[in-house]
């Protein structure tokens, strides 16, 4: 694994790590739950593009994200409709109006589990 892939990781992992304390939390805090869900699929993404010498665009747009790794790597097809629910926690979640509720922070945080498995499986890394 090169230097900067490496980087990527642990930055996908300290999300992780902090969505995992947040939904931990009493009361539960939904709308960081999913923007850190969000960010660490983001991250991990990009680490396996540049693992792959592809280029990681300054997006928040994991579909897009996505469609890139597919063109290498079929194996996450199947995340395209749950990654494509995740991108709006990078932005729209942050502002007032608009509220994730328990059953989305759930969801982000199942996805976000079975993609990071994957991801990290693709990369190499074993736990």
């Known amino acids: 694994m090169n230097k900067l892939t490496a980087e990527w990781v642990r930055k996908a ?3 992780w790590q902090v969505a995992q304390r947040l939904a931990a939390e009493k009361p539960r805090l939904n ?3 999913c923007f850190h869900c969000q960010q660490a699929v983001e991250k991990y993404l990009k680490a396996l593009m540049q693992e792959y010498g592809l280029v990681a665009q300054r ?3 994991l579909g897009m994200l996505l469609t890139q790794v597919l063109s290498l790597d079929q194996s996450l097809s199947r995340f395209r409709m749950r990654v494509d629910r995740l991108t709006d926690y990078a932005v729209d979640y942050r502002y007032p109006g608009i509220h994730a509720t328990t059953r989305q922070s759930q969801s ?4 976000t589990t079975q993609l990071r498995g994957e991801l990290r499986r693709l990369l190499g890394l074993t736990k």
């Open 13 to 15: 992992e300290v999300d």
């Open 31 to 33: 709308d960081p739950i």
């Open 59 to 61: 997006t928040h747009n």
């Open 108 to 111: 982000a945080m199942k996805t």
